[in-house]
């Protein structure tokens, strides 16, 4: 059995436990009595979300599990009661189990998982609770919108989301990057890790801290920041030591006197890499990976591998539509993205295996499996396949799931370069990119 199986029944089986009750809801009278709906109805109904109306998506789940009917009102309420960390916990117990039993599918870059972390502004139900809650911005024309800041940290080699923050969209990059951080120490502790940033997560607090206790970044460097090292390069590649400058560390006298009193006694040393991008431009990347392990090539190579994080946004959030909510409730927004970072994981895991048994001889080009075509598939048969008892009759839906994802194949073109063009007109709705559910 690989992970994709395993995968699937670990979470039917944590779903059908009988601790489900505790862990799923928010308080201890929450879920006791004998209603329509059970945490468990709720946490399906999470799971086979499809960006459509409430009213639809009810209907659909009702029809399609033959389920008694309910209420808007009715689901709403039962919904207020659930957890919503429910579905990190879930997604979390799996991906411990990945890391720690599966090694064998484990992708690692020289033995290190590389992570990468970044947020995105978010548009979510645009209502005087969730301006409140989440700090709203002027809009475009006028008036307030409501935003919030959604931050995951990505496995970029084994493509899972491995943690999800959700806050205001003002929020602190750098704080949410801390705590997925703490998150991925519980979930990966066979490997050692590389966390590959973009400049808008530089600080030197974070670099101290990973120098102190090594461990390993690769972080693009902003033209501005350490603009006196940069200026002390000789060659592409080399290591420099970070002086001390009062201007910089001024403001940690109080806020972190002990990070300013380290900093003020020694020298902090950082491999500084300036890398040729295609258009020309040249960047400028510091880390402290050793350079008798790690080269030129490979330091460019692995904050490449980055862009992997903004791929998988792109696919949630088009694709899975994870911003499409229901409701204005803090609890619910947060329900329906956790539940589907849960089933962009399931489903990766289904692609990551089945992207060995293409039969590349046959193509001209490297085959990979068509995501968006994974993702719909997921959608419409997940919920079956984890509500059936029968096994057997679960083995063969989870198989024609399997075989429909296999046959739906595009090819891989590589060194595709586009000008990006900022005043080109785009159809709302452009014909290569239509949803799959």
């Known amino acids: 059995m690989g992970f994709k199986e395993y995968n699937m029944n670990k979470i039917r089986n944590e779903i059908n436990s009988d601790n489900i009750y505790q862990l799923s809801r928010k308080n201890a009278k929450d879920f006791t009595r004998n209603r329509k709906l059970t945490s468990k109805d709720l946490i399906y109904y999470s799971i086979n979300n499809r960006g ?57 870059y020289k033995g290190y998982i590389l992570t990468a972390i970044d947020g995105s502004d978010c548009e979510v139900p645009n209502t005087p609770i969730t301006r409140e809650r989440y700090k709203s ?21 084994n ?60 972080i693009r460097l902003n033209k501005r920041y350490l603009q006196f090292e940069q200026n002390l390069m000789t060659s592409n590649d080399e290591w420099i030591d970070i002086q001390y400058q009062y201007d910089r560390m001024h403001r940690y006298i109080k806020k972190d006197e002990k ?27 510091i880390t402290n990976l050793e350079s008798k392990n790690f080269s030129t090539e490979d330091i460019n190579y692995i904050y490449q591998l980055r862009w992997g994080i903004e791929t998988s946004y792109a696919y949630l ?26 089933v962009y994981n399931i489903m990766q895991s289904i692609v990551n295996d089945l992207e060995n048994k293409i039969e590349q001889e046959k193509y001209k080009h490297k085959m990979k499996i068509n995501i968006n075509m ?13 509500i059936e008892e029968n096994e057997t009759e679960r083995e063969k839906l989870s198989n024609a799931l399997f075989n429909d994802i296999l046959k739906n194949i595009v090819p891989i073109r590589k060194n595709r370069n586009y000008t990006r063009n900022v005043d080109k007109v785009c ?5 290569t990119k239509r949803k799959s559910i």
């Not at 902090?268 to 991008?277: A, I, P």
């Not at 159809?427 to 014909?431: A, F, G, T």
């Open 137 to 157: 911005k002027e809009g475009a024309t006028s008036g307030r919108v409501a935003r919030i800041k959604l931050s995951n940290c990505y496995d970029i080699l």
């Open 52 to 108: 459509k109306t409430t009213k639809m998506e009810i209907y659909d789940y009702i029809k399609e599990f033959n389920l008694e009917e309910v209420s808007d009102a009715a689901m709403l309420k039962q919904r207020e009661k659930l957890n919503e960390n429910i579905f990190k916990i879930l997604n979390q117990n799996s991906l411990r189990d990945f890391y720690e039993l599966f090694t064998e599918e484990v992708k690692t």
């Open 159 to 218: 493509n899972y989301v491995l943690d999800t923050e959700i806050e205001e969209y003002k929020h602190s990059e750098n704080e949410l990057a801390d705590r997925h951080m703490k998150k991925v120490e519980e979930i990966i502790k066979k490997y050692p890790v590389i966390s590959i940033r973009d400049r808008g997560y530089l600080s030197l607090p974070y670099i101290f801290n990973c120098l102190k206790d090594n461990k390993k970044f690769v």
């Open 427 to 431: 159809n709302k709705h452009p014909i």
């Open 317 to 342: 959030k088009e694709s899975m539509m994870i911003t499409n909510i229901s409701s204005s409730k803090e609890c619910i927004i947060k329900q329906e993205i956790y539940s589907q970072m849960m």
């Open 374 to 386: 994974a993702i719909g598939f997921v959608k419409r048969f997940l919920v079956k396949i984890l």
């Open 259 to 285: 990070l300013y009193e380290l900093y003020k006694q020694g020298k902090l040393k950082m491999r500084f890499v300036n890398v040729l991008l295609p258009t020309g431009e040249v960047e400028t990347i």
